[in-house]
């Protein structure tokens, strides 16, 4: 419990992320230590980690295999230029992702967090076309209540209002397609929602505005995540991925939460059975130790840059840290926990139980929404009116008095666990999100 006595005096200087900086400073919340499922506070409490941190920790926390393979690969190789040089473990991870991704995602690109994977795939997209010959495709189509990150790109094709509106007049050639989200008809599903399913001919009308001949790409999040947790509609996605084929433009699943067994799957992608052109990834790659992301493209999109004189450099993209030494190694610890304990299928055996527990909230006061993929759940609550995103905010502070970590977007509250949770935590999470629900907040 050494850890306790490194609280901080001061919290002024940082200026935190996404977080009610004047409240947090008034009120502070931190973690000094965690192992697997739980958190250690600095007053010495123990807290459930009902999110995974941020949708990143998959396999637990402080992992053996994974802390133990930084330490090594940080005396023995600590970074290698990224640019026209090489190491061992960039090659060999990126063959092993290769080999858990859907068929055909042949070539990985690494960034270093979800909002660069983004950034990439988007710059992949305009740029392949334009290796084709086909420069005209130049608008990318993201959707309302998309996250895809904090980055300029991003934003554009994300559709979170309070993520956009302050920064201008952010890419031009960028529009959006509707959210999925139907509670009148769709409240209370498990899984799968039957009711919205054709608003994806809303891309089709989409196209019909501004012409095919000018639309790179489409991205969207197969399940949308920091939005507050909207699954797509039975038949969505499958849809969306027959208008672009039709038409020839890029689908791009960002599957930042998604990939690495969030569902049951290793990606959302094998999970709903649709084979987009690109998918992002980052958090579980790493199991959120080290910041690291990575992008997979087919082999037709890597082999169409792959052309003129070999002296030159194909795609004029990368960062200092693209597959730096320890965050490979990292990722080579994540994936062996992954697969020694069959994490990535993990969610796919635990999912009704998960399901039963979250939807036995459905009689708590103020609950007017609850869903659910794999591993993934979501309680939406009413908005105390004038106020909205008040009541999920309190949630979340007396769930952490109570020992339980969970998330909240708006006023919907959103939990994604560690996979390797067992059905005593999961009794024990909705027990305690229960006694909070049920505290006046
Ligand atoms: C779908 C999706 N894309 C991108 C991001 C951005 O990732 P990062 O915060 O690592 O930049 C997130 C983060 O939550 C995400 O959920």
Not at 165 to 189: E, R, S
Not at 201 to 214: K, N, P
Not at 366 to 372: K, L, P, T
Not at 406 to 424: C, N, Q, V, Y
Request: charged share 20%; aromatic share 8%; proline share 5%.
């Amino acid at each position: 419990m050494s850890n306790r006595l490194n609280t901080p005096n001061d919290l002024r200087a940082f200026w935190m992320p996404f977080t009610a900086n004047r409240q947090f400073k008034k009120e502070p919340r931190l973690f000094v230590g965690a192992r697997d499922m739980h958190y250690t506070t600095h007053d010495g409490r123990q807290v459930l980690d009902g999110t995974a941190g941020l949708w990143c920790v998959n396999a637990g926390h402080c992992r053996p295999k994974i802390t133990e393979a930084i330490r090594e690969q940080a005396g023995e190789l600590d970074y290698a230029p990224a640019f026209q040089l090489g190491h061992p473990k960039a090659f060999e991870l990126a063959n092993r992702l290769v080999d858990i991704a859907p068929e055909g995602m042949d070539h990985v690109l690494y960034t270093n967090s979800g909002s660069e994977s983004v950034e990439t795939a988007l710059k992949v997209a305009l740029a392949y076309h334009r290796a084709k010959g086909d420069g005209s495709r130049f608008r990318l189509i993201g959707r309302e209540r998309g996250y895809h990150g904090v980055n300029f790109g991003g934003i554009s094709v994300g559709g979170i209002v309070a993520n956009r509106k302050m920064f201008g007049t952010l890419l031009t050639g960028v529009d959006h397609m509707p959210h999925t989200h139907f509670p009148d008809k769709n409240a209370f599903t498990r899984g799968e929602p039957e009711h919205g399913g054709d608003i994806a001919s809303e891309l089709q009308r989409i196209i019909t505005l501004h012409d095919a001949s000018t639309i790179a790409a489409v991205i969207v999040e197969p399940v949308a995540g920091s939005t507050g947790v909207l699954i797509p509609p039975k038949g969505y996605l499958q849809k969306l991925r027959e208008i672009c084929t039709q038409h020839g433009i890029l689908l791009i699943f960002d599957e930042v939460i998604t990939g690495f067994g969030r569902l049951g799957a290793p990606f959302a992608a094998q999970y709903f059975d649709v084979k987009p052109d690109i998918i992002t990834t980052a958090k579980g790659l790493t199991n959120g130790v080290i910041p690291m992301g990575a992008v997979f493209v087919t082999s037709e999109i890597h082999d169409a840059f792959m052309n003129g004189p070999e002296h030159l450099i194909e795609f004029f993209h990368g960062y200092t840290y693209s597959g730096n030494p320890i965050a490979c190694a990292a990722a080579l610890g994540t994936l062996d926990t992954y697969r020694e304990e069959g994490l990535l299928t993990r969610a796919a055996e635990l999912a009704s139980y998960w399901e039963d527990g979250l939807h036995s909230l459905k009689d708590c006061p103020n609950v007017i929404d609850i869903r659910n993929v794999g591993l993934i759940g979501a309680v939406e609550l009413a908005s105390i009116p004038g106020e909205p995103t008040k009541r999920a905010f309190s949630a979340f502070l007396k769930a952490y008095e109570k020992g339980l970590l969970i998330r909240t977007t708006g006023d919907i509250i959103a939990l994604s666990p560690p996979l390797i949770i067992e059905k005593h935590h999961i009794d024990e999470l909705f027990g305690t999100l229960r006694e909070v629900l049920k505290s006046n907040i």
